[in-house]
């Protein structure tokens, strides 16, 4: 089974500065997949970036990177830069063909951009 | 593209009344997901579809709850008779099926209250 762990319920962070959003996972499988996606306030799920367990390099995505540490287990979403547009529910997510490329779920982290 | 397309975006009903929501995945995209989310139990994936076959609907959380695919470009879920516990935004999101993790785009989704 796969699990996703978000310990950071809500976070806030001054504009203009970086931000690191926790994930942890938790899989037997050796072939996944890592995501990250925003939800603002108007509800739709936005995706933001992606990481292949196989992946030697971590991903970015313009101001997103995420911060690979496989033997850790951990997927954290850094953003830098931060802007009041980025407050917003983030969620983690993992993806893996064992568990039919189905989408699990973290709880979330709701970040709290302040001016 | 216009992306996945949800609807209704939002439907109040009575309880035990049957409930139909729609959705229309992007066009190409093979794989389909209905989730649920609230807040006390966070995002649940109730049911995915490859190439219009269900297979897996484990997450469907009673017999009350029903899914169908006809063809590639609809999909509607079903909820018969509908009690206030199923109030909740349910997304529905698709993907191109390949040999990678390709990210799932996600609808706007429906969000439902029952009275």
């Known amino acids: 089974a796969q699990k996703i762990t978000q310990t950071q319920p809500g976070m806030f962070v001054q504009e203009k500065e970086a931000v690191t959003l926790d994930c942890t996972y938790d899989?037997?499988?050796?072939?996944?997949?890592l995501f990250w996606y925003k939800q603002p306030s108007s509800g739709e799920m936005i995706f933001l970036i992606y990481?292949?367990?196989?992946?030697?390099q971590n991903a970015t995505e313009g101001r997103y990177s995420l911060n690979f540490q496989k033997a850790r287990k951990s997927a954290n979403l850094v953003i830098s830069a931060s802007q009041l547009g980025d407050s917003a529910m983030y969620f983690c997510?993992?993806?893996?063909?064992?568990?039919?490329?189905?989408?699990?779920f973290g709880g979330g982290t709701r970040l709290m951009v302040k001016p | 593209d216009a992306g996945v397309i949800q609807s209704p975006r939002h439907e109040v009903t009575e309880m035990g009344q049957e409930v139909t929501l729609r959705c229309k995945p992007i066009?190409?995209?093979?794989?389909l997901f209905w989730y649920r989310q609230t807040m006390m139990r966070g995002l649940e994936l109730l049911i995915y579809?490859?190439?219009?076959?269900?297979?897996?609907d484990s997450g469907m959380p009673e017999d009350r709850f029903s899914a169908k695919m006809p063809n590639a470009s609809f999909s509607t879920l079903k909820i018969q008779p509908s009690e206030p516990r199923d109030s909740a935004v349910y997304f529905c999101?698709?993907?191109?099926?390949?040999?990678?993790?390709?990210?799932?785009?996600f609808g706007p989704g429906t969000r439902l209250t029952v009275l």
């Open positions: 990481q292949g367990s196989y992946d030697e």
């Open positions: 066009s190409g995209h093979n794989s």
């Open positions: 899989t037997s499988d050796q072939s996944y997949g």
């Open positions: 579809f490859n190439n219009n076959v269900p297979i897996d």
């Open positions: 997510a993992m993806s893996s063909h064992n568990a039919g490329n189905m989408l699990t």
């Open positions: 999101a698709s993907r191109l099926a390949s040999g990678s993790y390709n990210e799932q785009f």
